[in-house]
């Protein structure tokens, strides 16, 4: 009776074969599902209901002390990352000097305070070599000169300068003895009138203007390396909620082994199996076991990986961490118009390009000014007082005993202007080719837009389709084990099921973190993920 009863059962005679083939028909119907798009509908994927094993925050593995854990949630894990991640660091570094540069080409500007002293002692001999060497007929002078000048360039180009200058000349000789004091007050203009000007001032300000191009760009450019490391931030941060809820799937796959076990221990004891059944259970048990040990392996990889992109201190590696918040899973349908345009009003590579294109517009206006003759117009008075005593000098400067002006007018040209002409050609070309790259990095984000909502909406269709592979696969698990208890299945059969409802545990936290990701991914490629994250780069 007994063996007719195996035999009805099949575990006796039953090859693997045969029960490989139901369960490869389990698993190719949610895969249809995935491969044609067709079969999950919209309003199917707005009807999902979580799990219970996805619904909660999920369990640090058995060998871990809970109360040592740091208990993460993502916003801080962004926070930390954007304040520490060493690529945000010195990109943040590579904008304060491109900052700075802007007052560095300002001291263009600034005035100059020139100032001076300078003594010179001379012996000179009569002009006449008849005359006696006498000590008393060499003539002995000694003259000291102070200067002070003052400079200042406007931002219209001019050139504005005064300067003030003394001197005191001593002379001596035989039994002459002359003291005099002369002082200068002089104040000189100069204009560009050609190259090097422009009635709206661009030319005379045309470093500075450059330089605030380069300050933008690299702001922009901050934006790009924060948005980088916030994708790469929060995918790790999801990796390890992966892994660990991984662990917990592996801990119920566990836990379902050893209670397979206990079952089939008392089946034997009761006589309704064979002792050499209890081998298939523990060999179940086994594996399990197994699997949570790599589990575990794969939780301290991905901690790894999170630490490094925050850039924690090397004292805190140690500390296990525990990710609070659990992935959602919220379709919004999004057309690929219209991420486009918003990737256009939002993308930091595009404002970066818009930039450059303003600074290459502005150095080719630069190379053509350049062609121009120089044309100088300069303006020049001074007045001079002079007298044997320091502040008669003074007092007749300030009455302007001796004043003079004059006016300058300076041309230079280089008529065949063969290397003005080819720099302005150089400069052209340069804008053609930004131009062209503008085009190109246009076309490059429309590539990762289509991409970011194609995988968008892939990854929604794969959530419907795993919720309901993990659905069956319950279902088909708790059939076969009603099956085991009544004596119509064997162990080899509910391991089967047990695999395969983990499988589908598997691939439906899978399918929702992979959803969660490419909604990371299509914000990042619209240009939105700072905003969406309430991310602040702390720069004006």
């Known amino acids: 009776?007994?063996?007719?009863?195996?035999?009805?059962?099949?575990?006796?005679?039953?090859?693997?074969?045969?029960?490989?083939?139901?369960?490869?028909?389990?698993?190719?119907?949610?895969?249809?599902?995935?491969?044609?798009?067709?079969?999950?509908?919209?309003?199917?994927?707005?009807?999902?209901?979580?799990?219970?094993?996805?619904?909660?925050?999920?369990?640090?593995?058995?060998?871990?002390?809970?109360?040592?854990?740091?208990?993460?949630?993502?916003?801080?894990?962004?926070?930390?990352?954007?304040?520490?991640?060493?690529?945000?660091?010195?990109?943040?570094?590579?904008?304060?000097?491109?900052?700075?540069?802007?007052?560095?080409?300002?001291?263009?500007?600034?005035?100059?305070?020139?100032?001076?002293?300078?003594?010179?002692?001379?012996?000179?001999?009569?002009?006449?070599?008849?005359?006696?060497?006498?000590?008393?007929?060499?003539?002995?002078?000694?003259?000291?000169?102070?200067?002070?000048?003052?400079?200042?360039?406007?931002?219209?180009?001019?050139?504005?300068?005064?300067?003030?200058?003394?001197?005191?000349?001593?002379?001596?000789?035989?039994?002459?003895?002359?003291?005099?004091?002369?002082?200068?007050?002089?104040?000189?203009?100069?204009?560009?009138?050609?190259r090097g000007f422009s009635t709206d001032l661009v030319m005379p300000r045309y470093t500075v203007m450059q330089a605030r191009f380069g300050s933008e760009r690299e702001k922009r450019q901050l934006e790009v390396v924060v948005a980088e490391v916030v994708e790469r931030t929060e995918a790790a941060y999801w990796d390890v909620v992966q892994a660990m809820f991984r662990y917990d799937l592996d801990r119920r796959s566990h836990k379902r082994a050893e209670e397979q076990l206990q079952l089939t221990r008392r089946q034997i004891d009761s006589g309704v199996l064979p002792p050499s059944d209890v081998i298939s259970a523990e060999s179940t048990l086994a594996q399990r076991q197994l699997q949570l040990v790599q589990a575990e392996e794969r939780i301290a990889a991905a901690w790894d990986l999170l630490r490094g992109i925050i850039n924690l201190p090397r004292e805190q590696w140690t500390r296990p961490i525990l990710p609070v918040d659990v992935p959602r899973f919220e379709p919004r349908p999004t057309s690929t118009d219209d991420a486009m345009t918003t990737a256009l009003a939002n993308r930091p590579e595009l404002a970066q390009i818009a930039l450059e294109l303003q600074a290459q517009a502005l150095s080719v206006r630069k190379a053509e000014n350049d062609k121009l003759p120089q044309l100088d117009l300069g303006l020049s008075g001074s007045v001079v007082g002079?007298?044997?005593?320091?502040?008669?000098?003074?007092?007749?400067?300030?009455?302007?005993?001796?004043?003079?002006?004059?006016?300058?007018?300076?041309?230079?040209?280089?008529?065949?202007?063969?290397?003005?002409?080819?720099?302005?050609?150089?400069?052209?070309?340069?804008?053609?080719?930004?131009?062209?790259?503008?085009?190109?990095?246009?076309?490059?984000?429309?590539?990762?837009?289509?991409?970011?909502?194609?995988?968008?909406?892939?990854?929604?269709?794969?959530?419907?389709?795993?919720?309901?592979?993990?659905?069956?696969?319950?279902?088909?698990?708790?059939?076969?084990?009603?099956?085991?208890?009544?004596?119509?299945?064997?162990?080899?059969?509910?391991?089967?099921?047990?695999?395969?409802?983990?499988?589908?545990?598997?691939?439906?936290?899978?399918a929702v973190l992979e959803h969660t990701k490419a909604e990371i991914r299509l914000a990042r490629a619209t240009g939105t993920l700072l905003a969406d994250r309430h991310i602040e780069l702390g720069v004006k």
């Open 1 to 194: 009776m007994m063996c007719t009863k195996k035999s009805e059962r099949g575990s006796s005679n039953a090859s693997p074969t045969e029960y490989a083939a139901p369960m490869l028909r389990r698993f190719m119907v949610p895969l249809l599902a995935l491969a044609l798009p067709g079969t999950v509908h919209a309003e199917d994927a707005v009807a999902y209901v979580p799990p219970d094993f996805l619904s909660a925050t999920p369990p640090l593995p058995s060998t871990i002390d809970a109360s040592t854990a740091w208990r993460l949630d993502l916003g801080e894990t962004l926070q930390l990352a954007v304040k520490q991640n060493l690529n945000v660091t010195l990109e943040r570094k590579a904008t304060l000097i491109a900052d700075l540069g802007i007052t560095v080409a300002r001291g263009l500007f600034e005035p100059t305070l020139d100032a001076s002293y300078a003594h010179t002692n001379s012996r000179i001999p009569p002009a006449d070599l008849n005359q006696s060497m006498d000590p008393d007929a060499i003539l002995r002078q000694t003259h000291d000169q102070w200067r002070l000048a003052l400079s200042q360039r406007l931002v219209t180009g001019t050139q504005l300068s005064t300067e003030f200058t003394n001197f005191r000349t001593r002379s001596m000789a035989e039994d002459a003895f002359g003291l005099t004091y002369r002082s200068s007050l002089g104040v000189t203009v100069t204009q560009p009138l050609l």
């Open 386 to 510: 002079q007298d044997d005593r320091y502040g008669s000098t003074l007092d007749r400067l300030s009455s302007f005993e001796g004043p003079s002006w004059s006016i300058l007018l300076n041309f230079t040209w280089t008529p065949l202007r063969r290397a003005t002409k080819a720099a302005a050609e150089i400069e052209r070309v340069r804008h053609e080719t930004v131009v062209t790259r503008r085009q190109q990095v246009v076309q490059e984000v429309w590539l990762e837009v289509r991409n970011a909502v194609r995988n968008q909406q892939s990854a929604a269709r794969q959530v419907a389709a795993a919720a309901r592979f993990r659905e069956l696969s319950e279902k088909s698990l708790d059939v076969e084990q009603r099956k085991f208890l009544n004596g119509t299945s064997s162990n080899f059969i509910v391991a089967q099921r047990q695999e395969e409802l983990a499988a589908a545990q598997l691939s439906e936290l899978t």
